[in-house]
């Protein structure tokens, strides 16, 4: 009997139901992926390319590859295949706004900074932060500013590393910082670097959220945008609980345009903003829950 999924049966690759499903059950116990029964087209189509460079003929043996405990490499290539990493500078611009409307003045009696960039994608993110601070800190105030920018995927945590971006894509950069903080890159002339001050501000690292953080916090904010869209309910409920345990009192959390915090994390946080959170406890957070 044929069980392939219907419209997949002419495909190049065998995809029973089983394997769809022996699929989803691996991506959401690694990486928390929320893959419904309606995604199987799409899931084939990312993966085809997967089990062309692996030379195997079909996805039963694309699992039984994948459930090897030597093949890291290609559970990552699954979760980058299954996710996506558009991201761009100073994305959802309100939240630069909260930052250095609210949150810098706060920053500026501080000692030292600390922040955190979850699921950064190739930078862009991380370094609209560093810009912002940097721009609108005190000079005092940036002595001890450090950020925390981590991704599962090593391949876009490497394009981060680089710093190195299209000239069209900075264009999303204010003028002035844009001016300040990036130059043309002498080997690429279409490509723009970020420059060492931006840079040296942040520690790049692989890191998969579902997995224990090795570091304690606290952070002053946390940036988790249009990464949880991908995990249920229970998994983003979790998370971001985690989160908020991360957060110092007063702490502020950023989510992504389509996203809500669910769940326990509600008792300790207070809307601050759009896609905004507040940790309650703060110099001015009362202990209302949202
Ligand atoms: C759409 S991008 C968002 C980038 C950036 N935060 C923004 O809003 O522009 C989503 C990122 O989440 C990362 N991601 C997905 N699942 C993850 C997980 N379990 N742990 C860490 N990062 C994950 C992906 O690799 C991807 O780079």
Redesign the pocket.
């Known amino acids: 009997m044929n069980t392939a999924p219907a419209g997949l049966n002419t495909r190049e690759f065998s995809f029973t139901d089983a394997d769809f499903r022996a699929l989803a059950k691996l991506a959401h116990s690694e990486?928390?992926l929320a893959l419904a029964e309606s995604k199987k087209p799409l899931v084939y189509s990312r993966l085809a390319r997967r089990l062309r460079a692996r030379e195997v003929n079909e996805f039963s043996d694309y699992m039984k590859l994948l459930t090897k405990t030597d093949e890291t490499d290609e559970r990552l290539q699954l979760?980058?295949a299954l996710?996506?990493?558009?991201?761009?500078f100073f994305?959802e611009k309100h939240h630069f706004a909260t930052l250095r409307e609210k949150l810098v003045p706060e920053l500026a009696q501080q000692a030292r900074v600390r922040i955190w960039?979850?699921?950064?994608?190739s930078g862009?993110?991380p370094f609209s932060i560093a810009m912002t601070l940097h721009d609108s800190l005190p000079e005092r105030a940036r002595r001890d500013v450090r950020l925390l920018a981590?991704?599962?995927?090593p391949a876009?945590v490497s394009r981060a590393r680089a710093a190195k971006y299209p000239k069209e894509e900075a264009e999303t950069i204010p003028e002035d910082l844009r001016r300040r903080w990036t130059t043309t890159c002498p080997d690429d002339p279409d490509k723009v670097a970020i420059s060492a001050a931006m840079r040296d501000m942040i520690s790049f690292a692989e890191?998969?959220?579902?997995q224990e953080w090795p570091f304690k916090g606290p952070f002053d904010a946390i940036?988790c945008?249009?990464?949880a869209i991908?995990f249920d309910q229970n998994t983003q409920k979790r998370l971001w609980a985690r989160f908020t345990d991360m957060l110092r009192p007063g702490g502020y959390l950023f989510i992504?345009h389509s996203e809500r915090v669910t769940g326990d994390a509600l008792a300790t946080l207070t809307t601050a903003g759009v896609t905004t959170y507040r940790k309650n406890g703060g110099a001015d957070t009362g202990n209302a829950a949202h």
Do not use: K, P, W
């Open positions: 990486f928390g979760i980058s996710t996506t990493n558009v991201t761009s994305r960039s979850a699921g950064c994608s862009q993110e981590t991704d599962i995927d876009v890191l998969n959220l579902m940036f945008r249009n990464v991908y992504g």
